[in-house]
Structures are given as structure tokens and as C-alpha cells.
């Protein structure tokens, strides 16, 4: 389908193309529920939509609904799972395609899942992915500026996110702490047919997850705990219940994800992107360091071509919390690496102190092996932007297979094995 319409943008003039594209998603969507079956229909679909937090939340809550005994399938930006059985999001897309969605769906009520977690786009509304999903929840954790040029504005991110809570007219639940909470409450209650069941509404705080004691590293998941408690409760999920649920998961791939081969310092890889989901994801990490202990920081700037404002933002927010910083390459698509990491260079105070300790490492594995080499006991090395990824996206539409997890596993196993031989 995606051939399809590449071809379209290349023989249809610009603007008929994108007059008719939106007719074109809504027809796929249609299709693609008319051949397997609407199989939403058969399963209470809960959809998860934000700007951070999203598939950790998704994460959590298909657990707690497990250990309340119901059979769960998810899609998240981590993972695809049916019951008991669990695999690489190898599409590498948020919110997969539409035909692909539906089979999956099918799928699960075929096996007999009783609840789908998804995690909603806002790039996936826009191209009506979610159109024809009988979705029962629709679920909010926050809003921050991303994927402004695919937008053309925050205003119209912001408007695809609500695109699906008007969408969904059951149960909304949305993010008191979020400074956006009032246009997502106030969802459906203009214009609310009287006559109708209107829809649940149900807020949450980090504060109504402080009692749960969580394995993960960063304060910014009690928030996406007590969506994923407060959702479960909608469908009889018992405090308790979601508490052990919570507490039992020992790390969310490529979340805040510890890698220990024996080392006496920490290392970390979280999926963190955005400005604020790396301020969030360094302030976790630096506040389990104690002392002088020092943060050893590498990341880039996932998706060549696209937010390039962010860059410069990346710097200042490194600057506050990053003791050695390692810029490296990162999903650069058909963008040049090295101006990558010069826009993101160019964000930097002139101070001295500061350049001396911002590094350029082109090769990731290379800034990997360079940040573990600088870190000394008790330290912190925590490598951002690719997360629980199987590949890297470079140029000419080709990817190269790649696991920042594993990666720093190989590279710790190396130093832990030549400290042991001396």
C-alpha cells in the first residue's frame, strides 16, 4: 500500500494529491475492517495516546490485566504480544497499518483475548488508522511539542490527539498533571447528546501511584503507572491486583533498561527523544548516582530530517545534567550524520568547561565503547534514542541491523573481562 502511494505522489499533481490522501487512508481503513471481519467488535480495546509515556504505559497496563486474569494482546513502539507470547514491534512504527492492525485483531479474538492495549499515533489518526477500531477507552498522558514538521504545528499535533478522544465515546481517562488536562477532560461534553450514556471520565496523578514500589529507575513512570492502574480499575481491576502486576516487572525493554554484565558502574538505555523525555530520563539517572559519581551521556537525534528544532534543546538540557557527553550518529535517514550532531553541537554555552566535555563519536558502537571507557566505579553511562530498536535507519530507505542493549552487553563484557585478567 505504501508503494501505492509513493507512486501517487509522484504522477498526481501536489495538490490533488493531497486534497484526496485523507479519502485514500479512510478507504484502506474501511477495507481493511471489511475483510477480517470488524474484529474489534469481539474485544474491549483500550488506546493509549501522548506524546511520552505511551508504550511504557501500554506495557503496564496489558500486565496488570494479565495478573487479573484476562488473556491481553498489545502493540506498543516495544513490543506486539497475544497472551503469553511475546515479539519485536519489528515494523518499527508506533501504530502499524491498517490491514496490519486489523489481522492482528483477528488474531487475538481468534485466541481468545478478552482486552487489545494499542498505542495510538497521532500521525496514525491523521491517516485514519484508527478508524473502525471499536475502540472503549482512549487513555492521555501528556502533551509536549513532536513531529511538528509532519504536523505543519503543535496546534495540529495537538489536534490529531484529540481527533481520537472524540473518537472514543466510552471511557477517557487524561492526565490531571498534564498542562493540557482541560482540553482533553472536556472532551464530549460540548454538544453531548442528553439522551446518551455520556462518556466516563476518570483523571489520574503520579501522586495515586507514590504506594506503589516500582523496580524502574525514574520517577516520570509512577505517572504511567497510575494511567495504567486507574484504566484497569474502569474494568474491576482491584488496587491490589495492579499493585503486585506493577511491582513483579523488573524492567520495560529498552525503558530505563539496566544492562549488567558485572561492572561496578550502572548502564542504562532508554528510548528517550524529545527534550523533555531526556531531561526526565537524565534527572532519573542522575538522581541514583550519589557523591561525585559522574552521568555519561550518549544520544543524537533520532529521525534524520525531521524536528530539527529540537537539536539545539538537546544541548541545554545535556548541559544541566551530563557530567561527559557523547554525541553519536542516530536513525539518520538520508540526513547527513556529521550536520546532525553539528546542529545539535551548536546549542552549547561557549563556556569552556563545557566543550570540554562534549565528545563527537560518529560510530555509535564506538561512542558506546568510549562512554563505558570513561566511566569509573559508582558512575552512570545511559545511552538514549534507540530503546528496545532492532535497526538503524540510514540512507536510501535501507536499515542495518542494530540493538543499543546489546551493544553495550559486548562492549561491558569486554571491560569486565580485562579487569578480571590483570
Keep these: 500500500m505504501g508503494k501505492i502511494l509513493n507512486l501517487g505522489r509522484k504522477i498526481i ?18 477495507l481493511a475492517a471489511v475483510v477480517y471481519g470488524f ?21 503496564f497496563l496489558s500486565r496488570i490485566l494479565e495478573e487479573a486474569g484476562y488473556k491481553t494482546a498489545a502493540i506498543s513502539t516495544i513490543e506486539m504480544k497475544m497472551g503469553e507470547k511475546c515479539w519485536n514491534n519489528k515494523t518499527e512504527m508506533t501504530m502499524p497499518g491498517r490491514f496490519y492492525l486489523q ?12 482486552f487489545a492495549v494499542l498505542e495510538v499515533s497521532s500521525q496514525g489518526v491523521v491517516q485514519h488508522r484508527h478508524q473502525f477500531i471499536n475502540f472503549d477507552t482512549a487513555v492521555f498522558t501528556n502533551l509536549a511539542p513532536e513531529h511538528i514538521e509532519a504536523h505543519g504545528s503543535f496546534k495540529n499535533y495537538k489536534k490529531a490527539k484529540l481527533k481520537f478522544f472524540e473518537y472514543v465515546k466510552n ?16 472532551v464530549g461534553y460540548e454538544g453531548e447528546d442528553p439522551w446518551t450514556r455520556p462518556i466516563k471520565k476518570v483523571s489520574y496523578s503520579a501522586n495515586d501511584a507514590k504506594g506503589i514500589k516500582l523496580q524502574i529507575a525514574g520517577d516520570f513512570n509512577l505517572s504511567n503507572a497510575a494511567a495504567a492502574v486507574k484504566t484497569a480499575g474502569i474494568y474491576g481491576v482491584s488496587l491490589e491486583k495492579a499493585k503486585v502486576a506493577l511491582e513483579n516487572i523488573k524492567n520495560v525493554p529498552g525503558r530505563m533498561e539496566f544492562v ?92 569552556e568547561s563545557v566543550k570540554s566535555k562534549v565528545h563527537k563519536v560518529l560510530d555509535r558502537r564506538e561512542a558506546i565503547k568510549k562512554a563505558i571507557e570513561l566511566a569509573k566505579e559508582g558512575d552512570a553511562v545511559i545511552i538514549t534514542g534507540k530503546g528496545s530498536q532492532t535497526t538503524m535507519a540510514i540512507a536510501g530507505g535501507k536499515k542495518i541491523p542494530w540493538s543499543d542493549k546489546d551493544v553495550v552487553s559486548e562492549e561491558l563484557r569486554k571491560v569486565v573481562k580485562d579487569f578480571n585478567l590483570r
Design 13 to 30: 499533481p501536489r495538490s490533488v494529491f493531497k486534497f484526496a490522501q485523507p479519502f485514500y487512508h479512510f478507504t484502506l481503513a474501511f
Design 39 to 59: 474484529p474489534s467488535r469481539k474485544l474491549k480495546i483500550i488506546g493509549v495516546t501522548g506524546t511520552k509515556g505511551k508504550s511504557t504505559t501500554v506495557y
Design 103 to 114: 489481522k492482528f485483531l483477528r488474531r487475538a479474538a481468534k485466541s481468545g483475548c478478552k
Design 171 to 186: 471511557n477517557h481517562v487524561v492526565n490531571k498533571d498534564d498542562k493540557y488536562f482541560d482540553d482533553f477532560w472536556k
Design 260 to 351: 549488567n554484565e558485572g561492572q561496578n558502574f550502572k548502564a542504562i538505555v532508554d528510548y528517550a527523544h524529545t527534550p523533555e523525555s531526556l531531561e526526565a530520563a537524565w534527572k532519573g539517572a542522575k538522581s541514583i548516582i550519589a557523591g561525585n559519581a559522574k552521568l555519561v551521556c550518549v544520544f543524537g537525534a533520532t529521525g534524520g530530517g525531521r524536528d530539527k528544532w529540537k537539536r539545539p534543546e538537546f544541548a541545554k538540557i545535556a548541559e544541566k545534567y551530563c557530567d561527559e557527553i557523547i554525541l553519536t550518529n542516530e536513525d539518520p535517514y538520508d540526513e547527513n550524520p556529521e550536520d546532525i550532531l553539528s546542529q545539535i553541537y551548536s546549542g552549547f554555552s561557549s563556556v
